[in-house]
């Protein structure tokens, strides 16, 4: 019955013979049509209830993500209805939203798309915990590749356990084991299929393609060869579909039956007579004895290329141990602490003592520059940069600034040394750029709650990255 024809139900029922039994149906249908709107009209379990100071805008770009994510974790497959019903009150919402409409209505229905979303979530999991085994079935078939080459399948399949799931949106959810037992075995199914069309289609393809050339009078042996082989395969596959090394080593040995199929029925139709098919396989298996040699011979040309590797990195390694060592020899431990990083050596100065607020170089620091100075030109160097430190006195933007005059201050000094005419050149006789660097105090080696602390901060660091290292990280 359509709802325009209760009005003329109303007037024609005062117009019945009995005037009480009419204002008794005149109720009843009054009420029946209250409660056909209340349930058409019904919203999620419980609305979620947005504050009025909420942004509508960020509110529906927050669940719409939600959603997006929770559609990824297949919500939607085991909830159809509530995640419907959400994405509906989503749209709604955003719908308003572009009408300009006030913020209460938005977030009304904005809080009936969030119940939704969040109903459809509890569903999802209970039923994916009643539906355990379902869930494995299917998430088995999605491993074998199912999405990739059993697309219709899958999708039938899905449709059954979404039709199947809509029964825990009710009020007394429960799924026979009759019913759970069949869409398992529909997910197997297709699990199995999805198997053999990944492991053995190109060599079902390449036999195909053999048969339609032919093959059978040109190679009949190759032919019963490649089609034994795949039978192999294919039976492994069903008596034991989770032995991956199993399948993996007879589906091997079935497409390269397949591809000498392919050679050998190719060889022996050119020649246009029957019968050739043991002349074709001898210049097929000469053709794979070379390939296997090649094969061979770049194998060992690759490990002895890993062993020169080896050797150079080791040679290098103790290149860079001796470096190290040399460079800790030069300086005292009130000059300056060595560190090794990596491929790179850092001189961590210590009798730099800048004052605060100052990029001045301390006269008492010059004969420590002079030996980090001495220690670049002894050795082939590839990088050297100059780290400037402050501590945390002051703002970050003059503590900024000021580690970058000091890094600069000293690279100049070492670039220039105490003869201006003097460049700086290394042991490969090349000219060394030095670079500089502030961090301002992101980088303390000591606490700043002390003097001696922010003092110890105020350094500068030169890292030096030997030319046989492979290059680490500042």
């Excluded at 429960?174 to 069949?182: P, T």
């Excluded at 070379?290 to 103790?318: C, F, H, V, W, Y």
């Excluded at 003869?419 to 502030?438: K, M, N, P, V, Y």
């Amino acid at each position: 019955m359509r709802l325009t024809s209760f009005p003329n139900l109303l007037e024609n029922m005062g117009k019945t013979k009995s005037q009480t039994s009419g204002s008794w149906l005149k109720v009843f249908l009054l009420c029946s049509l209250c409660l056909f709107f209340v349930s058409c009209s019904s919203g999620p379990k419980k609305s979620y209830t947005y504050d009025s100071s909420a942004n509508p805008s960020e509110e529906i770009q927050k669940l719409q993500s939600e959603m997006t994510k929770a559609e990824a974790n297949q919500v939607s497959v085991f909830a159809p209805k509530s995640s419907e019903k959400a994405r509906e009150s989503l749209a709604d919402a955003q719908k308003l939203q572009d009408k300009g409409k006030d913020s209460d209505k938005v977030l009304k229905e904005l809080g009936d798309a969030r119940g939704y979303f969040e109903q459809s979530k509890e569903v999802a999991m209970n039923a994916q915990r009643e539906l355990s085994a379902v869930t494995d079935a299917r998430q088995n078939a999605l491993a074998a590749g199912a999405e990739q080459v059993r697309q219709k399948d899958l999708k039938k399949a899905d449709k059954d356990l979404m039709d199947l799931t809509e029964e825990f949106e009710g009020k007394n959810p429960s799924v026979s084991e009759k019913k759970q037992n069949e869409l398992i075995g529909e997910y197997q199914a297709i699990e199995l299929s999805s198997l053999k069309d990944v492991n053995l289609g190109e060599a079902q393809s390449l036999i195909e393609s053999a048969r339609d050339n032919d093959a059978k009078k040109y190679a009949p042996k190759t032919l019963a060869s490649a089609e034994s082989k795949l039978a192999k395969a294919e039976n492994d596959i069903n008596q034991d579909r989770y032995n991956r090394g199993l399948i993996l080593a007879s589906s091997t040995i079935a497409l390269v039956e397949a591809q000498r199929l392919a050679k050998v029925n190719d060889i022996s139709r050119k020649t246009g007579k029957a019968g050739n098919e043991e002349m074709a396989l001898r210049m097929v298996a000469q053709d794979e004895q070379i390939a296997a040699l090649n094969a061979k011979a770049s194998q060992q040309q690759a490990a002895l290329s890993k062993g020169q590797r080896e050797l150079s990195s080791t040679e290098s390694q103790l290149a860079m141990d001796k470096a190290y060592q040399q460079i800790q020899s030069k300086f005292t431990p009130s000059e300056a602490a060595v560190v090794r990083q990596g491929d790179n050596v850092i001189i961590r100065m210590k009798s730099i003592h800048f004052a605060t607020g100052s990029a001045d170089i301390p006269s008492a620091a010059l004969p420590t520059l002079a030996k980090v100075r001495e220690v670049i030109m002894s050795m082939p160097v590839e990088r050297v940069v100059v780290a400037g430190h402050t501590d945390s006195v002051g703002s970050p933007e003059i503590n900024q600034k000021i580690s970058e005059q000091r890094a600069e201050s000293v690279a100049g000094y070492l670039q220039q040394g105490s003869d201006e005419s003097q460049r700086l050149a290394g042991g490969s006789g090349e000219e060394i750029q030095i670079e500089s660097r502030g961090y301002g105090y992101d980088h303390p080696v000591s606490p700043n709650k002390t003097k001696e602390g922010r003092e110890q901060n105020r350094r500068v660091d030169v890292v030096i990255t030997p030319a046989f290292g492979g290059g680490g990280q500042e």
